[in-house]
């Protein structure tokens, strides 16, 4: 028996908003993410707006899709904006040196980037070149895409198509400059940083929020708290000047998983994927410590800009490519993150899947024409209720599974109340094995007059997955009502093994 305590009453006014950027993505020249995923090109037989899939913008259109990253990861830390416009013949070939050494043809550059964003009603999300790239290099293609005045670039931009300005707003300063992106020291980067923001510039009334390279969730706590306590120190002061150069901090942390593929998952795997995902919540708390010395009401956020499960490739693809199945495995990992974000919405401003499609802990897998979703998509579907809610207070009482020397709570979540007094809860129950019972009291809300409606993902083996050949095998379905007993305003219930569901009272 589990037991959960939830209050109406929000926790600290307008600091507990859970964004609904916290339900962004990152989308990479990285395996069959852009070409041959997103885009297919104006000329191809599969339906498409200019080059971009329709299919891929229809689903991630139900998804509410918040913000989409790119051009990377590594590959920004290499990317010359200026390779990617003007006429698609003349654009140079270049080689994508980190992921593979294949051939970039530069066709989805920033013209195509902006259009996937508009057709998606999405708030583009760049990440500026520091480590091979110039401060000149990075102003002037804010002044590309953000400028409406007379100058050249800004007539190069309306000669290549584009009469307005698109007015971006998340801009990185770098991609894992601790690492493909130069190899730099936390003191290096971060004086870096200010160099490059500082050219960053805010172009009539639009701002940018700018977005500082943070630490690697994965290497030892000290690494990462110093990298962070070091940005910090130089560049929280500057958020008392009249521009400030930082507004938000990245972690990049995986679930990493080893060569094994996803698919081939067993108990122990399961359960230590688990406890990685969980992880996380640790970082947070110990990075928050320090933001919140440098900067105490909460200004500068905390950008998850790169999370998921990284499994070995799958059988018979190419291992430079990343494709990865996607299993419910995957689907509760999604869930324990949200729960962990939306939780922490305080200082977590934004946080971005890897990778959208094909790669990774993708939420869409193609295949010529094809395509499916994956039980993860199914996961950012059911939490879209989360999106600019206000966090609710939740204390959860459950007891532990073990597998071998790994014990984890079983029962994990997140509540909030939407702009229309709705109230949702999201729920998983990561026992590989056994049904969990939940009994789920409000302390301030009577729920005689209520209705409640639930709906859940579950499925009976932990490599259970969405094929081409048996696309909806793992979706969600309803919870039939007749599955929970309201008694003295107590709200009792079975959550099946492995299993994530939302409930909404209204
Ligand atoms: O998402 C794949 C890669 O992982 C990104 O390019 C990089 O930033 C990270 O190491």
Redesign the pocket.
């Known amino acids: 028996m589990s037991k959960i305590i939830i209050s109406t009453k929000n926790l600290q006014g307008n600091q507990s908003q859970i964004s609904k950027h916290i339900y962004g993505h ?1 989308t ?1 020249h ?1 395996g069959r993410c852009i070409y041959d995923g997103i885009w297919v090109g104006e000329d191809s037989k599969i339906p498409n707006t200019k080059g971009i899939r329709n299919d891929i913008v229809d689903v991630l259109k139900k998804i509410n899709i918040p913000n989409i990253r790119w051009p ?4 920004a830390d290499e990317y010359h904006w200026k390779d990617g416009i003007g006429s698609k013949n003349k654009r140079p070939m270049r080689i994508v040196s ?1 992921w593979g050494g294949v051939p970039e043809n530069n066709h989805f550059g920033t013209h195509e980037f902006f259009d996937l964003c508009e057709l998606l009603d999405c708030e583009p999300y760049i990440c500026g070149n520091v480590g091979s790239g110039t401060v000149e290099e990075m102003s002037q293609w804010i002044e590309y895409i953000n400028n409406d005045s007379e100058t050249t670039l800004t007539n190069l931009r309306k000669k290549n198509g584009r009469e307005k300005p698109w007015k971006i707003k998340y801009w990185g300063v770098g ?2 400059n601790w ?2 992106g130069g190899y730099m020291t936390a003191e290096y980067y971060s004086d870096l940083f200010l160099r490059y923001s500082t050219y960053c510039k805010d172009i009539s009334e639009n701002k940018l929020y700018k977005v500082a390279c943070g630490p690697p969730g994965e290497y030892p706590i000290e690494f990462v708290l110093n990298w962070v306590e070091t940005l910090m120190k130089k560049t929280a002061v500057s958020t008392f000047y009249h521009d400030a150069l930082i507004h938000g901090i990245s972690l ?1 942390y ?1 679930t990493r998983m080893g060569s094994m593929p996803s698919v081939s998952v067993n108990e122990k795997k399961y359960s230590l994927a688990m406890k990685r995902a969980l992880y996380i919540e640790t970082l947070i708390t110990e990075i928050c410590k320090i933001m919140d010395k440098y900067d105490r009401s909460k200004s500068i956020g905390l950008i998850i800009d ?1 999370w998921g499960t990284w499994w070995g490739a799958e059988k018979d693809t190419d291992p430079n490519l ?1 494709f990865q199945q996607n299993t419910i495995t995957d689907a509760l990992v999604a869930s324990l993150n949200f729960d962990i974000f939306n939780r922490h919405c305080e200082r977590i401003h934004m946080a971005n899947i ?2 959208l499609v094909n ?2 802990q993708s939420l869409i897998l193609t295949k010529g024409d094809k395509m499916i979703l994956t039980p993860t998509y199914h996961v950012f579907d059911l939490y879209k209720v989360h999106h600019d809610s206000t966090l609710l207070p939740m204390e959860i009482t459950t007891e532990n599974f073990q597998k071998g020397r790994t014990i984890l709570p079983k029962i994990h979540g997140s509540a909030s109340k939407d702009i229309e007094e709705k109230i949702h809860i999201s729920l998983s129950n990561i026992d590989p094995n056994s049904n969990v019972n939940i009994e789920l009291l409000f302390t301030d809300l009577n729920l005689e007059m209520k209705q409640l409606e639930a709906a859940i993902l579950r499925s009976n083996k932990i490599n259970d997955h969405n094929t081409f050949e048996n696309p909806e095998y793992i979706k969600p379905k309803k919870y039939e009502n007749s599955n929970f007993k309201i008694e003295n305003n107590l709200i009792k219930f079975e959550i099946p093994s492995k299993s994530i569901m939302v409930i909404e009272i209204k």
Do not use: D, I
């Open positions: 990152f990479e990285l990377g990861g590594c590959f980190n991609n894992e690492g493909c990049h995986y790169e990343y890897a990778q790669v990774l």
